[in-house]
């Protein structure tokens, strides 16, 4: 189905299954809420008392039934409840979280009583709920092979396609050694529910609730500082180093894991590393495949992270001087050139 179609049939589905499971409800109002990175679209039906959220998941792109699944694991925190769904059309019906993203909270403090003090902590509660999940095990292993699948989007799509650079063979072998270095420390953490999109971006705000968790599709389970790690260091907002590393002791207090704090910080800045390199070649993918360049803005932030992250270890010494003084102003001079509509 073309898109305005499948809106048309999610509309009417949703319509009547939301009439089935509550046939005095009012009058009902349709709208959209959001596209996403992938191929989702959210749509909203609401009455004077109530809503519910409508999902269009193309299934040829999207896996519903993971979704699912997470969803009934994530009971354990305030996800959205999955109260029907078409697996074969990609239609699925949620409970509704509002729209109140802890990005906006935090970019202006000052229109709200809600310190970042409070957001964080209240969302790394709910992430050591997650990470006590028992059968986090069932998801697909945050692995060797999809660890470097994603750092290799870096290669490909940043350097290769977004930068136009060719490596050469030291090149290439300085960044083989390096993605095995982060793949070796992320292996050797305790393995956990990992929900792999952890941000101020998906988390909400719900008055007198939890943080509201969503875009949870895509968890695995894997190492225990990803979900910190991607949102202390947010690819949309960055925080003082002295602030993140006090959340950090307060996520080593309240976990029930017994975690060393000097080993776990350098699990932590590794965790990163691989986090925004992937990133970083993600964001570029988004701009070229998908057409979405508003992305791009974002890039210098997560280049900031890689440069600070690998700056402190000796291990990390040639990555970083050959990021600072060969990959940073071919990165520099390609923006220039899209400011001027020039390009490479």
């Keep these: 189905m073309e898109k305005d179609s499948r809106q048309e049939a999610l509309k009417l589905w949703a319509y009547a299954k939301i009439r089935h499971l509550n046939p005095h409800v009012g009058p009902l109002q349709w709208s959209m809420v959001s596209g996403d990175a992938s191929f989702r679209r959210y749509f909203r039906w609401q009455s004077d008392d109530a809503s519910w959220i409508c999902v269009d998941a193309p299934p040829e792109h999207e896996n519903s039934e993971q979704f699912i699944k997470v969803a009934n694991m994530l009971k354990v925190v305030n996800a959205p409840e999955v109260i029907d769904y078409d697996l074969g059309d990609g239609f699925m019906l949620l409970s509704d979280l509002g729209d109140q993203l802890y990005l906006p909270l935090l970019q202006n403090p000052t229109g709200s009583a809600l310190s970042a003090d409070v957001l964080y902590k209240d969302a790394i509660d709910s992430l050591i709920s997650m990470q006590s999940i028992d059968d986090a095990d069932s998801l697909p292993a945050y692995d060797s092979a999809l660890l470097n699948t994603e750092m290799e989007l870096f290669r490909e799509w940043f350097l290769g396609r977004y930068l136009n650079y ?10 083989d050694d390096t993605f ?41 389970y894997g190492p225990v500082t990803y979900d910190l790690l991607s949102l202390l260091r947010d690819c949309y907002i960055q925080w003082p180093k002295d602030k993140v590393l006090e959340w950090v002791e307060y996520f080593i207090e309240q976990s029930p894991l017994s975690l060393e704090k000097q080993t776990f ?32 803005k974002d890039i210098p932030l997560t280049l900031n992270y890689i440069l600070q992250q690998a700056e402190n270890y000796p291990q990390m010494a ?9 990959i ?9 050139e899209d400011a001027l509509g020039v390009g490479i």
Excluded: C
């Excluded at 956990?192 to 971006?201: A, E, G, I, K, L």
């Excluded at 940073?328 to 220039?336: H, T």
């Design 166 to 175: 060719r490596l050469s063979e030291q090149e290439h072998k300085l960044l």
């Design 265 to 296: 910080m350098q699990w932590f800045d590794w965790m990163g590393l691989q986090r925004h390199i992937k990133v970083a070649g993600i964001f570029s993918r988004l701009n070229f495949r998908d057409g979405k360049s508003g992305y791009l």
């Design 328 to 336: 940073m102003p071919l990165y520099r001079k390609r923006i220039e």
């Design 180 to 220: 095995a270095k982060l793949t070796k420390s992320a292996l050797e953490q305790p393995q956990v529910f990992v929900h792999r999109d952890y941000h101020s971006r998906n988390i909400m705000y719900v008055e007198g609730q939890p943080p509201g968790i969503i875009d949870f599709q895509d968890a695995v």
């Design 318 to 326: 040639n990555f970083h001087q050959w990021l600072s003084e060969t």
